[in-house]
């Protein structure tokens, strides 16, 4: 019933309980009966009438309350008190019958929406819906429900026949582990969608399998010598599996393999059944329930594969399990900004900020970025490298956390396709972190992979220019893979080893798995290493027992091999040392060039590469970052050239380093024997060890040669000297761009990642003048220093710029050379790369000099022709003394350039080519320090090494260097260095001692002698080359680092 507006309320007017208007209809609203004839009802005016003198009722009983507390006597304040307490309850019902409505309609809009969500879920639901070209796959799940009971018979057949056996024989406390119990349960894997990706190769077929696995799964085990029972009862398996069918064959079956691999790391989740008692298994302990679903996990994902081979003697198998990545990926995590503030303090009445740090993902490769302290806007710019396997597909993923002493609060992440950074070349953006606030600046280069050595010497010269850091950057990569092994040495008793191989770069070392109970394993794996300079680089191989303690054989490989191999690819037997006379190791060794090619990087603002850009040029890819710059368009070099600094760095001392020596296993505490590690543009240096010492003073003076390109960063590491592996003390980064804006830095600096620790550090910018009137003012200056090496800072810094040359004489009458050049003054060296198969070389490359004796040193400028083998056919020498380059018009300005025409080249050339004289430097030099050690009475002598050896067979030799003190032949003067394996530029910085009065050394004579091993079996050495040091007209004051000519045995004077 309504009430109208002028109604007031009633106490007796009660609402009903509201009613479902599709149950009953209003009475008021009653439509009228068609077959009444249209005429109207009596009961209808009736019950309005009764309606109305109810409402009239109503209104009178309202009165009656007041006439009664009238005829009893009582004050108004009664009557308002009772009107208050009946207004306050019909609020309340009022409010809650509103709630009631609301309610009601609340839950109707529910039903409706709910329906119709459920209807549009029931449409969405399938992927080959939503995704066209997503195929719906239910015919495959009805074969695989039918296969899923025999497939449970191969498990059960697999796990007892190959893997119980193979966990028997992994760990002695396993023998007497066995299967108990497979089944894989009635509940089969099914196959939501599937996805086939045309047009990616011609030979292979590629699917992406979306699979759903909610298993029954039952697998006991037990360790009957523990009495320890375990297993899985239910798993749950959820994700992406790429299926790749290759290679196509023209015979049946057409497949020639099958790999299975997981793109992104799937969503696992095993119920385990006495975990628990398994983990108390001695050589388990350290083991987890997580540690093991993550093993599990990462087995499952990209570079691990599973491949089936489908027919027999497939070629190149390692090749399909372990391929060669689609490229590299350069990752620059720069900096973050607007990230949300996860710190509180006083309870949360204080709202702090964050400590950033980033994970960076690749499938199982994870980088972890160093943590910012109370920042929302941090700058980490780190740099990472991933190997790309499978494009498209594989994400990079960046989180972004705030670093806690609990747990670590989430602050977002970000994904991108690596398709998207092929595409691009190089991406440079900012990305929005989802599941929380802020961006990540993120700067992304695709490396392609280069089977030839031709641009190794550009991507060398491009990174000494790049900062980067924790590592730098990478010039090559090599893939590993390694096959097998014969006839390795038995153990003791005659007992078959578990071998295992261990493949060392540098500090980088990878292990193969134990193949049990044979000396001939077969191990079929493949590892991957980042190289930063394959030229200089060892691949160090050893051949162990699972136990690590026997060596079953060694083998140590320079990489420098596989630049002059066919495609980078060494495919052979190796033989194997410190092993059985037929012990052998099968190896391929794949190499590539990482190469950066992208428009966007401007060559001509990096430093080592003047000249402008000339239009004409013939190289097709104009703008790469890595590529030879076109020929300049002038005779002399751009205004970058000749503009660097020298940077000074003052090693002063360090306070409140860390105390890592111990003593009585660890009952003691000692201190340390600190040393200091700088790093800046290519370059490292390290100073001396200070014994037992926690506040060193070290005061020593180190310089480079710095260009004024932005970003560049000095790392300084701190290290404790030990006899096996050095303890780390701390480290610090500082940037050089307010040290080459102001020129000078004098501070304090605070040693990161560790508790205590600081160091004092004295930077000079040295910017050079062309002008020679303050040389005895600088001269001065420096013979004023106070420090260890004085007599080597430098006074001037020399620049040279290489263009070409012209008319080199042909090689055997008629083929063309393959000339380089290298530049020598002092000790220091550049080489410049080689341009194969022209007498006109064009290198347009320039290189930078410290001069220390201006007035003595000397530059040596020499033409070298390489053939294939690596062998130096011949060369050209020339070489002015540094005193002398003002009267030179071609040197003058210290910026040689030589443009010179053919006939003064080959003029100045003649000399060494004429046969009635002998050739300068036919045999080579040795590098040697000798000076006398006057507070204990030692004459000391450092071998450093060796370059431009002659080679006399197909194979570089073996060189190491004898030492003889003459008259003496006794072995109580000799002294031998290490053996260097297949090198003409040998490296050794050897140390040696002789105990002997200072005037007993000056009547002495240093025989150097430089021989190389005849033969395998022979005793028989070769010598290389000779010379004799007279003391006596040797400066033993000194220690000068000298290079010293080689010369035969008939002639052996000193250089």
Not at 124 to 135: Q, T
Not at 325 to 346: C, E, N, T
Request: net charge negative; with cysteine.
């Amino acid at each position: 019933m309504e009430r109208s507006p002028g109604e007031g309320p009633s106490p007796m007017d009660q609402p009903s309980a509201p009613s479902d208007p599709t149950d009953q209809p209003p009475a008021g609203h009653a439509k009228p009966d068609p077959g009444s004839g249209g005429q109207p009802a009596g009961p209808g005016a009736a019950g309005e009438a009764l309606a109305v003198l109810t409402s009239f009722g109503r209104r009178l009983l309202v009165l009656i309350p007041v006439y009664l507390a009238g005829a009893v006597g009582l004050s108004v304040g009664f009557v308002l008190f009772g009107l208050a307490l009946y207004l306050g309850w019909r609020r309340v019902r009022d409010e809650k019958e509103r709630s009631l409505r609301a309610a009601r309609q609340l839950l109707d809009d529910e039903e409706q929406l709910t329906a119709k969500t459920l209807y549009m879920s029931h449409r969405e639901l399938p992927a080959w819906v939503s995704f066209p070209d997503v195929e719906k796959a239910e015919w495959l799940n009805k074969i695989v429900a039918q296969v899923w009971p025999f497939l449970g018979q191969y498990m059960e057949k697999l796990l007892a026949e190959t893997v119980a056996p193979a966990v028997r024989g992994s760990n002695p406390h396993l023998q007497t582990f066995t299967f108990t119990r497979v089944e894989l349960g009635e509940k089969p894997l099914r196959i939501i969608g599937v996805k086939v990706h045309p047009g990616q190769r011609k030979e292979q077929i590629l699917l992406d399998l979306n699979i759903s696995y909610v298993g029954d799964v039952q697998i006991d085990v037990e360790v009957k010598k523990y009495f320890c029972k375990a297993g899985v009862k239910g798993m749950q398996l959820h994700g992406v599996l790429r299926v790749i069918l290759e290679p196509l064959i023209g015979d049946l079956p057409i497949v020639g393999a099958v790999s299975m691999f997981f793109i992104r790391r799937p969503t696992l989740d095993i119920n385990w059944t006495g975990m628990t008692n398994l983990l108390d298994i001695p050589g388990l302990s350290s083991l987890s329930d997580t540690m093991i679903m993550d093993s599990i996990a990462a087995f499952l994902v990209l570079p691990n594969r599973l491949l089936v081979p489908l027919v027999p003697d497939l070629q190149d198998v390692a090749q399909l399990r372990s391929p060669l990545p689609r490229g590299i990926i350069r990752i620059h995590l720069l900096a973050a900004r607007g990230l949300s503030s996860k710190d509180k303090y006083v309870k949360g009445l204080i709202e702090g900020k964050s400590d950033p740090y980033a994970l960076v993902r690749l499938g199982t490769q994870t980088f972890c970025s160093r943590v910012i302290d109370e920042e929302l806007n941090p700058q980490w710019g780190e740099t990472y490298e991933v190997m790309v396997h499978e494009v498209p597909g594989q994400e990079i993923e960046v989180e972004v956390f705030d670093k806690d002493p609990d747990k670590d609060d989430f602050l977002g992440r970000m994904k991108l396709d690596v398709g998207k950074v092929l595409q691009a070349g190089v991406l440079d953006d900012w990305f929005p972190l989802q599941g929380g606030q802020g961006q990540v600046h993120l700067r992304l280069e695709w490396l392609s992979l280069l089977s030839d050595a031709e641009k190794l010497e550009q991507v060398l010269q491009w990174n000494r220019g790049v900062s980067s850091r924790p590592e730098p950057p990478s010039a090559a990569i090599l893939v590993i893979y390694l096959d097998r092994a014969q006839d390795l040495p038995l153990k003791k008793g005659n007992k078959e080893p578990n071998p295992m191989v261990q493949l060392s770069i540098q500090d980088v070392t990878q292990e193969s798995k134990a193949v049990y109970s044979t000396n001939c394993p077969v191990w079929e794996e493949a590892f991957r290493f980042f190289l930063q300079d394959p030229q200089s680089q060892e691949l160090d191989v050893q051949v162990k027992d699972d136990s690590r303690a026997l060596t079953l054989g060694a083998l140590t490989l320079p990489l420098a091999r596989l630049l002059t191999a066919p495609e980078l690819i060494l495919d052979q037997w190796f033989q194997l040392s410190s092993s059985g006379p037929n012990s052998r190791l099968y190896m391929k060794l794949v190499m590539r060039i990482l190469y950066l090619d992208s428009s966007e990087i401007c060559f001509s603002t990096m430093p080592g590469y003047p000249g402008a850009w000339d239009v004409d040029s013939e190289n097709p890819q104009r703008g790469s970052s890595v590529d030879a710059p076109p020929r300049p368009c002038h005779t002399t070099p751009d205004s970058q050239f000749g503009t660097e600094h020298v940077l000074r760095i003052h090693v002063l001392e360090a306070q409140d380093l860390i105390a890592k020596d111990r003593f009585l296993g660890g009952l003691v505490k000692g201190k340390s024997d600190p040393y200091v590690k700088l790093k800046l543009a290519g370059r490292s240096f390290r100073s001396h060890v200070v014994r037992e010492d926690l506040n060193p003073r070290w005061n020593e003076v180190f310089e480079v040669i710095v260009t004024s390109v932005p970003g560049q960063e000095l790392e300084v590491e701190v290290f404790d000297k030990d006899l096996d592996k050095d303890d780390f003390l701390g480290r610090y980064k500082v940037s050089l761009t307010t040290v080459l804006n102001s020129g000078f830095l004098d501070e304090w600096l605070t040693l990161e990642d560790v508790p205590s620790g600081r160091l004092h550090l004295r930077l000079e910018r040295l910017t050079p003048r062309p002008t020679a009137a303050e040389l005895e003012e600088v001269l001065q200056v420096n013979s004023l220093i106070q420090t260890q090496k004085s007599a080597d800072l430098a006074v001037a810094l020399l620049s040279i710029y290489m263009e070409r040359a012209e008319d080199l004489p042909l090689q055997k009458g008629t083929k063309q050379p393959s000339p380089y050049a290298t530049l020598t003054v002092g000790d220091t060296s550049h080489k410049t790369k080689t341009i194969s198969q022209t007498s006109a070389p064009v290198w347009d490359e320039s290189a930078s000099f410290l001069v220390r004796k201006p007035h003595t040193e000397s530059l040596e400028l020499q033409i070298l022709v390489s053939q294939h083998s690596g062998v130096e056919a011949h060369s050209h020498s020339y070489s002015h003394s540094s005193s002398s380059l003002s009267e030179e018009p071609e040197l003058s300005g210290g910026r040689p350039h030589f443009t010179s025409s053919a006939p003064e080249l080959r003029q100045r050339l003649t000399h060494v080519d004429s046969p009635l004289e002998a050739p300068a430097r036919p045999l080579g030099q040795v590098k040697l320090t000798v000076w006398y050690y006057s507070e204990e009475r030692k004459l000391v002598s450092i071998v450093h090494g060796c370059r431009a050896l002659r080679q006399n067979g197909r194979d570089p030799p073996d060189p190491y260097v004898s030492l003889l003190l003459l008259p003496d032949k006794n072995r109580g003067t000799k002294r031998k260095t290490s053996q260097k394996k297949r090198t003409l530029s040998p490296e050794f910085n050897e140390r040696f001692e002789w105990e002997l009065p200072l005037d007993e050394a000056q009547r002495r004579k240093l025989d150097v002698s430089v021989k190389s091993n005849s033969s395998f079996m022979s005793r028989e050495r070769e010598l290389l080359g000779k010379v004799q040091l007279d003391l006596a007209e040797t400066d033993l004051s000194q220690g000068i680092a000298r290079w010293y000519d080689l010369m035969d045995d008939k002639d052996k004077g000193s250089s």
